[in-house]
């Protein structure tokens, strides 16, 4: 499967964005748990969130609980992040992940396919 994230950009504090990533491929994502992380400047990939392949179970990283939500469609393959209350420590390169390994995980090693990543910045 490939994915495509994108919807990324600058953002005061306080501000929304959405994230999308887009799956393609012989598969449908519907068969792909999916997740998102984000590389902060000079910092390691670390857990955002992530979502089963039905969307049944959704877990979250303790940093942006409440203020974020993972949602998907698997009709259109694509899952999205909707990020509100932005901080300035939000700011990092958001990638979204899939795995057909796991029902669903919040660890990298567990995701075998990558996009690109988007770039996120908030200014204070």
């Known amino acids: 499967v490939q994915l495509q994230a994108s919807g990324g950009g600058l953002v005061q504090a306080g501000g929304s964005l959405r994230l999308s990533c887009a799956a393609s491929g012989r598969t449908s994502s519907r068969n792909y748990a999916m997740g998102w992380f984000r590389q902060a400047p000079g910092k390691e990939r670390g857990f955002v969130a992530a979502?089963?392949?039905?969307?049944?179970?959704?877990y979250y990283a303790d940093s942006v609980k409440g203020r974020f939500t993972i949602s998907r469609d698997n009709a259109k393959n694509t899952v999205y992040l909707h990020m509100n209350s932005l901080k300035p420590e939000d700011t990092a390169v958001y990638y979204c992940?899939?795995?057909?390994?796991?029902?669903?995980?919040?660890?990298?090693?567990?995701?075998?396919?990558w996009g690109q990543g988007t770039l996120v910045t908030v200014s204070s």
């Open positions: 979502i089963s392949r039905s969307g049944g179970m959704i």
């Open positions: 992940a899939a795995t057909d390994k796991v029902v669903v995980s919040t660890m990298q090693y567990e995701y075998d396919y």
